[in-house]
Nanobody, 125 residues
Framework: QVQLVESGGGLVQAGGSLRLSCAAS????????MGWFRQAPGKEREFVAG????????YYADSVKGRFTISRDNAKNTVYLQMNSLKAEDTAVYYC??????????????????WGQGTQVTVSS
């Protein structure tokens, strides 16, 4: 069974940091672009960060650029999202997702075919 499992969410004060992990199982994701998305109550799911499977190039939403860092460890089949200088507006459920094999990073969540269950991040102001 192919699975993505997120962890590392929680409650943090504004200005603090969290590190999210996304562990893949069932098969390797070394040839899949990986993305982090988030969804706040009453809002659409939005792209946060993505990382290429081939070059390791990273992409970020303007709202998190300079504060968040995505990385991947293919040997561990795990993707990370380091979140620093957190703001109240970062509060959301965070999801990791994988594209079909050999796809480049996409910004539209409909182009990802494997999703985790999500982890809640709450930033108190």
């Amino acid at each position: 069974q192919v699975q993505l499992v997120e962890s590392g969410g929680g409650l943090v004060q504004a200005g603090g940091s969290l590190r999210l992990s996304c562990a893949a199982s069932g098969r390797t994701f070394s040839r899949n672009a990986m993305g982090w998305f988030r969804q706040a109550p009453g809002k659409e799911r939005e792209f946060v960060a993505g990382i290429s499977w081939s070059t390791g190039r990273t992409y970020y939403a303007d709202s998190v650029k300079g504060r968040f860092t995505i990385s991947r460890d293919n040997a561990k089949n795990t993707v990370y999202l380091q979140m620093n200088s957190l703001k109240a507006e970062d509060t959301a459920v965070y999801y990791c997702a994988a594209t079909p094999a050999y796809f480049s990073v996409r910004f539209n969540p409909s182009e990802y075919d494997t999703w985790g269950q999500g982890t809640q991040v709450t930033v108190s102001s």
